[in-house]
């Protein structure tokens, strides 16, 4: 599933390379990364959520780029956790909420400073067995997070935002 694609930027080439930096840059040792793909393969979110419980998962955090019609219409960074019912999603706000800290120590384009939930819910958050949420990077719709998400050092800014925000979750 190529996801959002714009100007020839597939949004699973974006995730893949900033989940792989992710496990590069985690220098951690009492968190332990692994990836739901390591490769150019479709998985459903079915199987993403199977893994994770397979692998007893401490947490899952499902990394996307959005893309809308209408061009620059947003732009940002946006963390959705699970619906109220789930029962992680006191945890999963924690999560979240690190993960919007470290964003906003260290991230040039706009940080949504609220977790949002779905109305309908997102079936990957729900469905999961642990502290969960989905985070969408920017918006490839929007020419200046475009520029800033297909650069290589952007990337790594954004994995090391992320396992920023693992870790300030892991010390709560």
């Not at 996801?3 to 951690?28: M, Q």
């Not at 479709?42 to 419980?53: E, G, H, N, P």
């Not at 209408?70 to 019912?85: Q, R, S, Y």
């Not at 609220?114 to 490839?140: H, K, M, Y």
Request: with cysteine; glycine share 4%; charged share 25%.
């Amino acid at each position: 599933d190529n996801g959002a694609i714009e100007n020839n930027v597939k949004e699973k080439d974006l995730n893949l390379s900033i989940a792989k930096d992710i496990k590069l840059l985690n220098k951690n040792e009492n968190i332990n990364i692994i990836l739901s793909r390591e490769g150019d393969e479709a998985k459903s979110v079915k199987d993403r959520v199977i893994f994770a419980d397979e692998k007893k998962a401490d947490l899952f955090i499902s990394i996307h780029v959005y893309a809308e019609q209408t061009k620059n219409n947003h732009n940002g960074v946006i963390i959705f956790i699970p619906k109220n019912d789930n029962p992680y999603v006191n945890e999963s706000k924690l999560l979240g909420s690190a993960l919007i800290e470290s964003f906003q120590n260290n991230y040039k384009l706009q940080v949504a400073k609220d977790l949002v939930q779905r109305e309908q819910g997102i079936w990957v958050l729900n469905a999961n067995q642990c502290p969960s949420v989905l985070l969408e990077t920017g918006f490839l719709s929007s020419q200046n997070d475009l520029e800033y998400l297909i650069k290589p050092e952007n990337q790594k800014i954004i994995a090391q935002n992320i396992l920023n925000g693992i870790a300030k979750y892991a010390q709560q």
